[in-house]
């Protein structure tokens, strides 16, 4: 008897059914995913789509702002992001590893706040690169913000070889020397020899990886530990790089390269 009522038991209101239905008349989700469609709510987005800017060369040499992160998604499928290393874990002594998120405390009447600063950087290595501030009260929403920042601004920088010992004519440098400030810190990126590397610090090695640069010496000043600001000011040193006026005598064996196109 008591193997009967644990039989008719499972016939009870709201136990499942071998159709995926109980009773009650809930439906569990179907496992299959339908694939979304961008559909842009922005001028922008819409000329993008009926292509009046087929590469992100045209929309950023346009002056045009990226509004929309499915814009960047759709013009350059192939882009790569990275996260930053801007916090620090609790360790003995003061060390501790880094990590991509950097917690602060707001002091109100009710307690303390938590908040978590995050940094992601992007690029199709051929000349564009993007940074990304995210900070919300979680890590993930303050990561997925960062990710969004990071795909609607966008630059695009000017490649070459500066160096007075090469002068090869390959993108594979800067063509001339240029500065970053943010705060107290001040990014010097100076051009470099082919086979040099990227002699750089670790977080902006990220930074200029997605560039699409290969060899560079950079000079750092003030409290360079702030990782926010020293990335901040880095990307305002490859922001110089397409503002910079050049004389035609200065282009001369250069290489310069804007974006993935050549001068």
Same mark, same amino acid.
């Given at each position: ?56 060369? $045209? ?20 882009? !790569? ?31 303390? #706040? ?19 501030? +995210? ?16 795909? #609607?601004?966008? /630059?695009? /920088?000017?490649?070459?070889?500066? $160096?007075?010992?090469?002068?090869? +004519?390959?993108?594979?440098? /800067? ?18 020899? #082919? ?18 640069? #290969? ?10 530990? !702030?990782? /926010? !600001? ?5 990307? !305002? ?27």
């Amino acid at each position: 008897m008591a193997g009967e009522n644990n039989f008719r038991g499972q016939g009870q209101r709201g136990a499942p059914r071998r159709d995926g239905q109980r009773r009650d008349g809930y439906r569990r989700p179907q496992a299959e995913v339908e694939e979304k469609v961008w559909v842009p709510k922005t001028m922008v987005g819409k000329a993008v789509l009926a292509g009046k800017y087929p590469t992100m060369r $045209d929309l950023i040499i346009s002056g045009k702002q990226i509004p929309e992160a499915e814009i960047t998604e759709y013009l350059i499928p192939n882009l !790569n992001t990275e996260l930053v290393n801007v916090g620090q874990a609790k360790g003995k002594f003061g060390g501790g590893r880094r990590k991509t998120s950097k917690p602060t405390q707001k002091k109100t009447r009710e307690g303390n #706040k938590m908040s978590f600063s995050m940094i992601t950087l992007s690029g199709n290595k051929e000349g564009i690169v993007g940074f990304g501030f +995210g900070k919300s009260r979680e890590t993930v929403p303050s990561r997925e913000k960062s990710l969004r920042n990071a795909k #609607k601004n966008l /630059i695009m /920088i000017r490649r070459g070889c500066g $160096d007075w010992g090469c002068f090869c +004519g390959s993108a594979h440098s /800067i063509p001339f020397a240029v500065e970053g400030r943010e705060g107290s810190v001040t990014v010097r990126l100076m051009p470099a020899p #082919k086979g040099t590397g990227l002699v750089v610090e670790g977080e902006l090695k990220k930074m200029l990886e997605l560039a699409g640069i #290969k060899d560079v010496w950079s000079k750092t000043f003030g409290q360079t530990k !702030n990782k /926010i !600001n020293l990335v901040k000011a880095g990307f !305002n040193a490859l922001k110089q790089l397409q503002t910079m006026k050049l004389t035609p005598q200065a282009i001369v064996g250069r290489g310069i390269k804007d974006g993935d196109k050549n001068e």
